[in-house]
């Protein structure tokens, strides 16, 4: 079996690592020629029996994966959605809907075909300059807002408004640059600010059916620049009373996007007016410890779309090791407070807590940290595990502790 993966960058690499370990060939393909520091880092050529790199032709591209026989096309990140579609549907694969895959990379699409299906989402609206940005937020009369790029992830360019004049700074600032992936910003997203509990759920799609892989509550604290920055995350059971009203949702948003045989990365409010979308993802949730997931929790998102590649008839058979037996777990983003030059004793030091399993550096030996305000500038995370929730937390609060002693960075 032959499997090209565009852009096998971030979680992607996991996956094509599985599938190898399966026998089966993975090709690569980028999806741009130029991949930036963020992404491209974590990208592995051993798990890989050619790559084509960047092709600009698009015709010659899908002639050279015909030749080469190729039975899937993927997304390894957010980056290769659109192209991976777009060529499975070229080469007759099991892909998603072909009519919707604009809506599932552009933020303002994706928002308006959940809401032609009758699903709660947040008012929202695309600028294309700070002043309409502005004018819309003022003509709402809304209280509060977030601004973020069109087609983005995590918390990148992601920021809190509170007046019309916020709206406008947010929106230049946006538009003044590139997202988290290099991509030119020509837009800016701007929605009423949603207040509840974020969730995210990843599922893995086959043949129109929806699996719900993991369930995780986000926590979130706000950075040195006022945006958010990821804090913690904890698994919620699917069967849990939030967890039936999130997965029910989930589906349905899904259908509404056409998403039928791809991984996906759905995040979710729940309010008190019951679950919105805040965006979904046609691809792996992104920076994951599968191998974690799969200790701890059940088949991860990782291990259930190696399954739908490679035998989708089997998914039925997938089992949940049962809840009550299982230690408390949270996955911890790093924080850095202070700048200067990485220090790798942190990761070291880290790994010592008694309740830490994993852990995931963010950084190069030597490398120049900045103080932590969005996604690719964190240093890392990790996953704790415990017994009980006091000893987690414990060395939660070690860690966040050290954290503003400096942790991550010595001077040079």
């Known amino acids: 079996m032959k499997v090209a993966i565009v852009d096998g960058y971030s979680t992607g690499a996991t996956l094509a690592r599985r599938l190898a370990q399966a026998g089966v060939d993975c090709i690569h393909v980028r999806s741009q020629p130029d991949i930036g520091a963020f992404l491209l880092r974590s990208y592995s050529p051993d798990d890989y029996v050619l790559d084509l790199g960047f092709t600009a032709d698009f015709t010659n591209l899908t002639r050279e994966l015909a030749r080469l026989r190729v039975s899937r096309v993927m997304a390894g990140t957010e980056t290769g959605v659109v192209l991976a579609e777009t060529l499975a549907s070229a080469l007759g694969l099991p892909t998603n809907d072909p009519a919707l895959v604009a ?77 988290l992936f290099g991509e030119p910003n020509d837009a800016v997203l701007v929605q009423e600010r949603l207040h509840g509990t974020e969730y995210c759920i990843n599922t893995v799609s086959s043949g129109g059916q929806h699996h719900v892989a993991e369930i995780w509550r986000y926590t979130k604290r706000l950075g040195p620049t006022a ?29 509404a996007l056409g998403i039928t045989e791809t991984p996906a990365h759905t995040e979710v409010m729940l309010t008190d007016r ?21 200790a701890y929790l059940g088949p991860s998102q990782t291990t259930l779309t190696v399954t739908a590649t490679i035998d989708p008839a089997s998914l039925h058979t997938r089992t949940t090791p049962d809840p009550g037996r299982q230690p408390v777990l949270r996955w911890v983003d790093f924080i850095n407070h202070h700048p200067g030059h990485a220090n790798p004793d942190a990761l070291t030091k880290i790994a010592e807590l008694p309740s830490v399993v994993a852990v995931f550096p963010g950084f190069a030996p030597g490398q120049h940290l900045a103080p932590t305000s969005s996604l690719p500038t964190s240093p890392g995370f990790a996953y704790l595990a415990a017994p009980t929730g006091p000893e987690l937390i414990e060395d939660y609060d070690t860690l966040r502790a050290w954290e503003h002693e400096g942790l991550y960075t010595s001077p040079r």
């Open 227 to 255: 945006a958010p920055i990821y804090d913690f995350q904890e698994p919620v059971a699917p069967a849990s009373a939030d967890g039936k009203v999130l997965t029910g949702y989930v589906r349905d948003v899904l259908d």
């Open 274 to 294: 019951g679950p919105i979308l805040i965006e979904t993802g046609a691809r792996l949730g992104g920076g994951t410890g599968p191998d974690v997931v799969d």
């Open 103 to 179: 809506a599932r990379r552009d933020k303002f699409l994706m928002q308006q075909a959940v809401q032609a299906a009758g699903l709660a989402t947040p008012h929202t609206t695309v600028a294309r300059s700070a002043r309409a940005a502005a004018d819309w937020y003022a003509a709402w009369g809304l209280q509060e807002a977030v601004v973020k790029p069109l087609a983005s992830a995590g918390t990148d360019g992601v920021t809190f408004c509170g007046s019309a004049e916020e709206v406008g700074q947010a929106a230049t600032a946006v538009l003044g640059g590139p997202n």
